[in-house]
Each structure stands twice: as structure tokens, then as C-alpha cells.
């Protein structure tokens, strides 16, 4: 999405579909201003003793329906808008699977491949130093996103706590579990995404043996789906990262590419240094490529924008999960919706992220861990019944799957926001 501001995209889906929807106006103004965003420079003392700057940003998009929540995301391409469009991403998606949460969400501009493990963990100490007034388990809690992890989660509590002078396990989620994360944490998203994939290929007839899969993006939400989907029989013929992509008619055994991205991990440090494509001899094509392939499903799984004006009628795959957040561009979703794709959206396709952070959340509050069979077996009761209200607009209201989802939400968040008074009821008095 080169030319189009990805935050007014996100905004004019908002307004688009909470129009149609007959959502008022007080709610759709509410949701087309952030409540605030900072911006923050952050010192780091890089290891041959220099000094850098990097600049990083945390936003509150919205708290009517409770604390703000939403990752922190490493990259080169952070910018404030992204920033502020995933963090309305989130405000939607908590909504859809009725989290008691607002959506937030950070970033900073950082190639963190570049930086040794201690500069790594100062850039996160001082991350947090500068959002530290800002967040709180009551106010705004912030999670992995891409290119961040437990362990740099681990570093921000630690800086956190240290600022606070006391233990606030619940102010940030995805944490190591011996400092009070949740188990089952790291599969959730991709867990998620299965759980909701499973339940459209029941509606939709689908068998896995025959629905071959290709999935962009090999990270932490882009490998668990792949994982699950090839044990419940999918064939994954297509996966790839940030270096590109590789192809088998016949399909991939996920857990051993895995182990050798973990190998290749276990000698650079922090992040993998080898790529899919040198892990095993097979066709090697683009990420564009990857996009266009002839599959029953497709995964976009890594960043937002890959699917535009640029390449939406040349997807071949009927069916889009979007594990990514924002990968369709909101120009698109007609023309997709024209030629009879189904988008199973962002919003409530990887919400299996955040929902087993309000796992975590609510297990550090009470200061009781839950099992690993209780956080799967609460994730997918959620997950289904989210799934089940989404469809339920889908099939009475005659709407895609997202303003299905988008309705949802839309309607949360207008209820709690009208109850604190409308136009007319301020007017009538
Ligand atoms: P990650 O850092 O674990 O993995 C990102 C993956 O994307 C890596 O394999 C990387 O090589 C690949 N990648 C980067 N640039 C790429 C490109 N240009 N083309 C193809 N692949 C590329 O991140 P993640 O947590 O898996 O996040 C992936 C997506 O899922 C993001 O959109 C994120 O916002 C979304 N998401 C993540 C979570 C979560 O809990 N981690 C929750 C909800 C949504």
C-alpha cells in the first residue's frame, strides 16, 4: 500500500461499515480520533559505546470498553500511522471476541536484527522507560507483536517494576511464563486462526485433505497455523518470510522446517538467521508469487497492505484468512468480495492472541495459574462463540464476514458509548 495512508484506511472502514450498519454518528466520530499517542525518542548505548536515538510510539486508540491492549511491534517500517491503525484494529477486534478492553498499541522504528542482545534489551528497557507514565494493568497493557517476544516482554516488566518499586505482573502480557505469563501464550494466535478456519471449513463443507493451504509469514502466528493446520490434515504447500518463499505440490512438514529455523535461531541470538528458503531444497518463489498461487486457502500472516489494488485480481485462492493484521487494504475488500472471495478477517481471525492475554491478565490478578488444557479449552469457547455471533450477521444481515465482524464490535462499542448519553438525550434536556 504505497500511496495510501494506512491509518486513514483503517478509519474509512470504520465509517464505511458502521454506516451501513445505521451505527450513529456520535459512535463513528468517537472512533475516527485516536485518544492519544506519544511519541518518544529513546537513548540507547550501543556496544561500541555510542550513543543512538530511535524513536518509538505507544497509542491509546480507544477505553470505553476498558484498558487499552495491543502488542509492540520491532520494525523498520513503524510508523505513527501504522501505529495508530493497529491500535483501532484493536479497539474493533477486542470488541468482537468481548474482551473488557479498549485496543492500543506500539511500535519502534528499529531493525532489531542490526542490534547485539544487549542493545536489544536496553532499546526495550528504554522503550519502556518512556511509556512508563502511560501504562498500567488499569490503563493500557502491551504485548508481543512482530518481531518482539517473551523475553523482551520479560525486559520491559523488569524495567517497569523497577520504576514502580513493586509487582505488576498484569501490566504487560506474553511474558516468560516463570515471570507470570500464561501457558499456551506463544500458540494462541495461530491456535486462534485454526480454531476459527476449523469452524468456516464446518459451515463451508471443506475437507482439509483437499483444501491446500499457502501461508505467508513464518513467525509466531504464521507457524502455529501452519502447525495445526497440517496436523488436522491441510496440505501447506507454500510458506515464507521476510527473504522469500518456497513451494511443494505435495506439502511441507511444518515441525521440521521449524527446527531448522530454531537451529539457525540457536546461532544468531535473538532472531533467525537463515531464512525458509535455505532450509530445504525446494521451489523457490517470491512473496508476491506466494499471494497468487493456486490454493484452496490462503494465509497472509506477516505484515498489512500485501494485498491491494496492486494484486487483488490476481489472488486465485477463494478463501483469504487474515492472520496478519490489516494484510487486505480496505479498496479492496469489494472487488474481492465481487469475485466470491471469502475474507475471514483480522479482527476476528488472530484475536486468539490477545484473548489468551486476557487469560494471562486475569490469572495475574487473581495470582492463579491456569493449566495448559483450561487456557485451550477457555480460547476456543471464546473463539466459537465469536465465531457464532460473526456468522449469525453474515448469514441474517446478507454481509461479508468482516462488516459481519465489524458490526459486532460496532454496536459494543456504540452501546457502552451511548450510555453515557446521546445528542438526543443531552438535547432533550
Ligand atoms: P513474528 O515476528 O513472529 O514473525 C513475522 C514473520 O513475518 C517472520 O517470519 C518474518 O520473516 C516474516 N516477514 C517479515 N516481513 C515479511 C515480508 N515482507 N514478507 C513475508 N514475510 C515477512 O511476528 P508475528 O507475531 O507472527 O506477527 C505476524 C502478524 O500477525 C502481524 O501482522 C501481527 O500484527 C499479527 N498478529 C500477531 C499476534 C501475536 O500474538 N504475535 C497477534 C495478532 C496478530
Not at 479497539?91 to 479498549?102: F, H, I, R
Request: charged content about 25%; some cysteine; hydrophobic content about 40%.
Amino acid at each position: 500500500m504505497a500511496d495510501t495512508n494506512v491509518f486513514e484506511d483503517a478509519v474509512a472502514r470504520v465509517q464505511r461499515i458502521g454506516t451501513s450498519a445505521g451505527i450513529r454518528a456520535e459512535t463513528l466520530a468517537a472512533l475516527r480520533h485516536p485518544l492519544a499517542t506519544l511519541t518518544a525518542s529513546l537513548p540507547v548505548r550501543m556496544d561500541d559505546g555510542s550513543t543512538r536515538y530511535f524513536v518509538g510510539f505507544r497509542c491509546r486508540y480507544n477505553d470505553v470498553l476498558g484498558p487499552t491492549k495491543g502488542g509492540i511491534r520491532y520494525h523498520p517500517g513503524v510508523t505513527i500511522e501504522e501505529v495508530q491503525a493497529l491500535a483501532l484494529w484493536m479497539t474493533v477486534k477486542c470488541a468482537v471476541v468481548g474482551l473488557p478492553y479498549g485496543g492500543g498499541k506500539g511500535g519502534v522504528t528499529v531493525d532489531p536484527k542490526q542490534l547485539s542482545r544487549l542493545e536489544l534489551e536496553r532499546l526495550s528497557r528504554s522503550y519502556m522507560r518512556a511509556i512508563a507514565d502511560s501504562v498500567g494493568p488499569d490503563i493500557d497493557i502491551p504485548a508481543p507483536d512482530v518481531y518482539t517476544n517473551a523475553r523482551i516482554m520479560g525486559w520491559m516488566l523488569n524495567e517497569y517494576e523497577t520504576i514502580r518499586r513493586e509487582k505488576t505482573p498484569g501490566v504487560i502480557t506474553g511474558k516468560p511464563v516463570g515471570l507470570g505469563g500464561s501457558l499456551g501464550r506463544d500458540e494462541a494466535t495461530g491456535r486462534g486462526a485454526f480454531i476459527v478456519i476449523q469452524e468456516f471449513a464446518k459451515r463451508r463443507g471443506l475437507e482439509p485433505g483437499k483444501t491446500r493451504v499457502a501461508v505467508q509469514g513464518f513467525g509466531n502466528a504464521g507457524y502455529h497455523v501452519a502447525r495445526l493446520l497440517q496436523r488436522a490434515g491441510y496440505p501447506i504447500v507454500a510458506v515464507s518470510d521476510s527473504q522469500g518463499a518456497i513451494y511443494s505440490e505435495n506439502g511441507f512438514d511444518i515441525d521440521s522446517l521449524y527446527q531448522h529455523k530454531q537451529e539457525s535461531r540457536a546461532l544468531s541470538g535473538v532472531y533467525c538467521s537463515g531464512s525458509v528458503c535455505e532450509l530445504v531444497d525446494h521451489e523457490r518463489i517470491t512473496n508476491a508469487e506466494l499471494l497468487e498461487l493456486d490454493v484452496e486457502l490462503l494465509v497472509p500472516a506477516a505484515l498489512e497492505g500485501v494485498i491491494d489494488a496492486n494484486n487483488a485480481d490476481k489472488i486465485r485462492a477463494p478463501c483469504i484468512a487474515e492472520v496478519a493484521n490489516g494484510p487486505i487494504t480496505g479498496d479492496v475488500d469489494e472487488a474481492l468480495a465481487d469475485a466470491g472471495k471469502v475474507v475471514l478477517p483480522d479482527v476476528l481471525t488472530n484475536a486468539g492472541g490477545v484473548t489468551v492475554s486476557y487469560f494471562e491478565w486475569v490469572q495475574n490478578r487473581q495470582g492463579y495459574p491456569l493449566t495448559l488444557d483450561d487456557v485451550r479449552q477457555r480460547l476456543s469457547d471464546r473463539l466459537v462463540a465469536a465465531f457464532d455471533d460473526v456468522w449469525r450477521i453474515h448469514e441474517s444481515e446478507e454481509v461479508s464476514m468482516r462488516a459481519a465482524a465489524y458490526r459486532v464490535a460496532l454496536r459494543r462499542i456504540g452501546a457502552a458509548i451511548e450510555s453515557q448519553g446521546t445528542q438526543e438525550y443531552f438535547a432533550g434536556g
